[in-house]
């Protein structure tokens, strides 16, 4: 191209032709876009991956016609992208949120199952490269296979391209938050500014790696606590949720009914009334039937939370209702669980079982 001809040529039709071209195909990127999110979404559940959020968009008309605007790099009489249809890559984009990195080599691994991908990129490594301020996340530009273009309800999308991020919530924060960042270059930022934000940037990466670290450690404790209540060696076993589950499970059946709520829900209560690990409610109800309690509390066998409850009341008698975080004074419905504990408790000495056989004597001093 000749100089002459570079100087004329006309950028506002260049970016005029492309966003007509683009309204008019918009749609299926909306399409494709919505596609994407349900198939990540579904792939991600069924390897029960948790995740923050996904997030799908296809490129807006305006923002469409500014990138088809730009300017090539090499030569400023040309635009950067001379069919910008075909070579902006961005169109239909996807965002995946995690909690803890270590998802993120999850979500690499259903991404590479499920899509053929053109390229992957670390964008830490690209912002070092190019001297910007920022905080890594992987980005993937991706199809669908061939195998599932097969499939007529994902034919209409042969070759459509597709840009992928995956980052942290810490990561995505740092994103949002460097939109409004005068400062982009580390070339041109004031050395004191850029001194903060290089320490904020690695204060985020070492909070990363923290609550990953923690997330490691609670998984742990989880497999060790578990193991303890298999083999019966509760003394050391604190009370959570996960450890009651599994306690519960040993001793009464599991109970699919109940979902991991309920689990920490009763952890808490129990930690209040005053039990501080699984062999002090293993000690408080191990002479009581939960099954024959139940039937005489509630007509039939309980479900396995209730069931547990119902001993806990046989075993520590009254002081089940006084240390019961519903029967404290000020507490909404207190007087209506009072009545209700002690008309379970009446019923159950009515019916000759023994109650209040257990102390927990220390309780009182913590209250």
Known sequence: MSNSEAIEFDFEKHKRDAIETYRKIKPLYEAYCN???????????????????????????????????????????????????????DIAGVR?????????????????QEFEVLEKNDKNDLLEKEEKLGYQS???????????????????????????????I????????????????VVTIPKAIKRRFMALAGLLEIADREFQSIQNENEELKIKSRKSVTTGKLNNVEITGDSLKAYLDKGYGADGRMNQFSYEFMAKTLIKIGFENLKQ?????????DNKISKIIWGTRAGQISRLEFVLLAALGDEYIIRHPWCISGEQNCV????????RLKSLKK?????????????????
């Open 35 to 89: 596609t994407l999110k349900t198939v990540l979404t579904k792939c991600l559940e069924m390897k029960q991956i948790k995740y923050h959020s996904i997030e799908s968009r296809a490129k807006g008309i305006d923002h469409f016609g500014d990138k088809a605007f730009q300017v090539s790099e090499e030569d400023s009489n040309v635009p950067k992208y001379k069919n910008p249809l075909s070579e902006i890559t």
């Open 96 to 112: 995946i949120i995690t909690f803890f990195p270590i998802t993120i080599n999850e979500v690499d691994k259903v991404i590479s």
């Open 138 to 168: 992987v980005h993937y530009l991706v199809k669908f296979k061939d195998s599932r273009i097969a499939h007529p309800e994902y034919a209409t999308y042969n070759n459509l391209v597709a840009e992928i991020q995956v980052r942290t």
């Open 170 to 185: 810490l990561q995505h924060a740092w994103a949002e938050i460097e939109h409004d960042i005068e400062y982009k270059s």
């Open 281 to 289: 409610i293993d000690d408080c109800i191990k002479d009581y039937d």
């Open 336 to 343: 209506f669980w009072k009545d209700v504990f002690t008309e």
């Open 351 to 367: 019916a000759g079982i023994k109650t209040g056989t257990y102390k927990l004597n220390y309780i009182s001093d913590k209250q």
